[in-house]
Structures are given as structure tokens and as C-alpha cells.
């Protein structure tokens, strides 16, 4: 339900939040093309993400601003609304953060901003041992191929792992500096190499150079990777083919267990676009081998958890379809239109690579897109949790 901010006839006037479906920095988010069964392909962006200088974790450019403060109800008009549910009220808050900080002080805009964080807070504390876990099964009959990506012991902001299923939505976003210094992002001691990992077998010519831009973006992860989970993972097939269609930058294919990408695409990529590249492919190769019956028991509780953040964030919500009408998703706040898609009636598939495509990006992203998206700690906080040591 969308939040309406007060109109004219109000005593001050507030400006309407940014539309869900925008990324963080401003633009339509990416669109793939193609058809349900198969994943489709998103334009290809060739931005260039700021360049590292943490190990492990690149920064980029924090955003301004702060969320809304917490309003006094002595001092505020009623509430416009009865209470809401708290999915609903979730998604109030979202969109009140989207506000200009303006906006977000007028009383009308504080008093409904108080009932919804009441809502959330009475939600939090009831526990969800009586509900039933969906799981999404791996995605067998489908080949994942991505285009255009962009569009932690210590759990901050989300009380996931405690055992209420909610998150903390009062709890305030990580700084730049409090995820540079988060134990995910602090390198193994002695973490997988890609070359043992990855069976090279490219299908085109590739150059020195460009193999060794390859293998620097996936091992940036594999740096991260506990060496007992990578070791569990297995060998993959890492090829690379002329062309993987129009805009198609690379895929995972589960039926092969390869991660294939378009030498036409990456020709010109710069180590960063490489990075998020192979993050994000490789999340898919590590979600898909966390559903193996033999799967590490951390590769395990991280797909079970994903898999509950996603059917909680989505219950009763509606799919909507993307604006070329190819494919379905539900936005639910997510940091990208493309975290919520769905493949035929699977979901969450696209949850872990897109969280870990973002990471890439460095501290400055993160803390920037926690700033801009309420929930996007939470789903953070669970995606990257396969990196704790």
C-alpha cells in the first residue's frame, strides 16, 4: 500500500517519496528482456564503480541525509489511518524514508510514522515458530544469464538470527566505516584460489589480460569465502563464449555447473565491473549448490534463511510485471526491481546475487543503500552472513 503524504489542505505540504521501483542512485532500474522460463537479459551498464582501497570491500561515495527522527506523539495530530498491517506499515516507512527530509518532519507525516514503527515493533516481538518454511527448489530447468548489473558474527539491524524472523527497523544504518570493518569483509586466513577452484575452458580467445581480469573479480570473493565452504563447493566450469545474445554479459547454468560469459560484453570491463560481475554470477552457483543434499550445513542455513526472508518479506504481496511485460517480480522494497523477479512460480533466486553484486560495489555503496532502503540492512545482513568467519 503506497504512503500518500499530506496534501494541501495539510498545514505544510510534503513532497511525494522517489518511486519504489528506482535504484539507489536515481536511475530506472535494468530490464531484462525474454520470457519466464528462461531468465532473461537486463542492458548492459557499463558504469564504473569507485576504485578500492579496502581489502576485500571497495568504497564508494556515502550518501547524505539520515533517517526520519523519532516524532513525540504528545505533540502530533492523530494518526490519518487506523493501524495498518505490519506488512503495510513496512512499506509506509520505506517510502517515508524516500522523503526529503523536509517532508519527513511535517507532524501529519510523524504521527503516521509513529503508529507504523509501533506496528513493526509489536510484529517484531511475536515469534514465527508456528510458520511453515517454503523452499524454493534449485533452479534445474533454467539457465540464469544477467546483463547490466546495477540497476557478519555480529548481525546489525536484523534480529533474523535471534529468532524472531523481523528486523529491527529503529536500529540505525552502518557507516561506511562500521561495514569496512564488519568480520565478513575481513580476509581468510587462507582462502580458496580461483585457479584451483575454477576449470578454465573458454570457447573463444581470450587474452592474458582479460582471463587475469576474470580471475581477480572472482577471487575477490573467494577471499571472503570461509576456505572450508569453497573447498565444499567443488570445482565449477568457468568458459567464455563470443556471445551470449544481445546486452547478455554472462549466466550460471546449473544443468553444467558453468559460469559462461560474453567476450563481447566484457571486452572493455575495468576490474570493478568485472568484480560485481562474478559476484553476482557466483551467487547464483553458490544459492544453487546450497540446495545439494550433500551441501556444507553453512551453505545450508544460509539458503534456509534466504529462502524464509523471502516468503515473510512476500507474503500476501501481488507480482507485478516489468515495464516491457516479460517478466514478473515483487518490488517489496527490495534495493532493485530485479531482487524480487521470479522464474515461472519460483522467487528469491535473484536475492543473493543482486545483495552480493551491491557488495561488491564497497562500504560507501552499502551504507549509502542502507540509508536510502529501510529493509535493505536486514536482507544484508542475511546474504552476507555465508562470508562469517
Avoid: C
Avoid at 122 to 136: C, E, H, I, K, R
Avoid at 165 to 170: F, I, L, R, S
Avoid at 347 to 355: F, R
Amino acid at each position: 500500500m503506497p504512503y500518500h503524504p499530506p496534501t494541501s489542505t495539510d498545514s505544510q505540504p510534503a513532497a511525494n517519496p522517489q518511486p519504489a521501483g528506482r535504484t539507489a542512485n536515481g536511475n530506472t532500474p535494468d530490464q531484462p528482456q525474454n520470457a519466464a522460463a528462461s531468465p532473461s537479459a537486463r542492458p548492459t551498464d557499463n558504469s564504473r564503480p569507485p576504485s578500492s582501497s579496502t581489502p576485500g570491500i571497495p568504497p564508494a561515495p556515502t550518501a547524505n541525509g539520515s533517517p526520519p527522527s523519532s516524532p513525540s506523539r504528545t505533540s502530533l495530530p492523530p494518526p490519518r489511518t487506523p493501524p495498518l498491517s505490519p506488512e503495510q506499515s513496512r512499506r509506509l516507512l520505506d517510502n517515508v524514508a524516500k522523503m526529503p527530509e523536509k517532508a519527513q518532519q511535517h507532524p501529519q507525516v510523524q504521527a503516521d510514522v509513529a503508529q507504523a514503527r509501533s506496528v513493526v515493533a509489536g510484529d517484531a516481538s511475536q515469534s514465527p515458530s508456528s510458520q511453515s518454511t517454503l523452499v524454493l527448489g534449485a533452479p534445474e530447468h533454467i539457465l540464469h544469464s544477467e546483463q547490466g548489473q546495477d540497476g557478519s558474527p555480529q548481525q546489525n539491524a536484523g534480529s533474523w538470527q535471534k529468532g524472531t524472523g523481523k528486523a529491527d527497523t529503529t536500529a540505525a544504518p552502518l557507516t561506511k566505516e562500521q561495514w569496512a570493518a564488519r568480520p565478513e569483509f575481513k580476509t581468510d586466513p587462507n582462502p580458496m584460489q580461483a585457479e584451483d577452484l575454477m576449470a578454465w575452458s573458454p570457447e573463444h580467445p581470450v587474452s592474458p589480460e582479460m582471463k587475469s581480469n576474470i580471475m581477480t573479480g572472482a577471487q575477490g570473493l573467494l577471499d571472503l569465502l570461509p576456505r572450508d565452504i569453497a573447498q565444499s563447493l567443488g570445482k565449477v566450469r568457468l568458459s567464455v563464449v563470443q556471445s551470449l545474445g544481445k546486452n547478455v554479459i554472462g549466466k550460471y547454468d546449473p544443468n553444467s555447473n558453468s559460469l559462461i560469459l560474453s567476450a563481447d560484453q566484457i571486452r572493455n570491463f575495468t576490474p570493478e565491473q568485472m568484480r560485481k560481475t562474478m559476484w553476482h554470477e557466483m551467487g547464483h552457483w553458490l544459492y544453487h549448490r546450497a540446495g545439494d543434499s550433500n551441501a556444507h550445513a553453512s551453505l545450508k542455513k544460509w539458503r534456509k534463511a534466504i529462502e524464509e526472508h523471502w516468503r515473510r518479506r512476500t507474503k500476501n504481496e501481488h507480482k507485478k510485471q516489468d515495464s516491457r511485460g516479460e517478466w514478473y517480480y515483487i518490488l517489496d522494497g527490495w534495493i532493485s526491481p530485479y531482487a524480487g523477479r521470479f522464474y515461472g512460480h519460483v522467487g528469491g533466486l535473484e536475492l543473493p546475487s543482486v545483495y552480493l553484486e551491491s557488495a561488491s560495489w564497497g562500504s560507501g555503496r552499502l551504507s549509502k543503500l542502507v540509508k536510502d532502503y529501510s529493509t535493505a540492512q536486514e536482507t544484508f545482513d542475511i546474504v552476507l552472513s555465508i562470508l562469517n568467519k
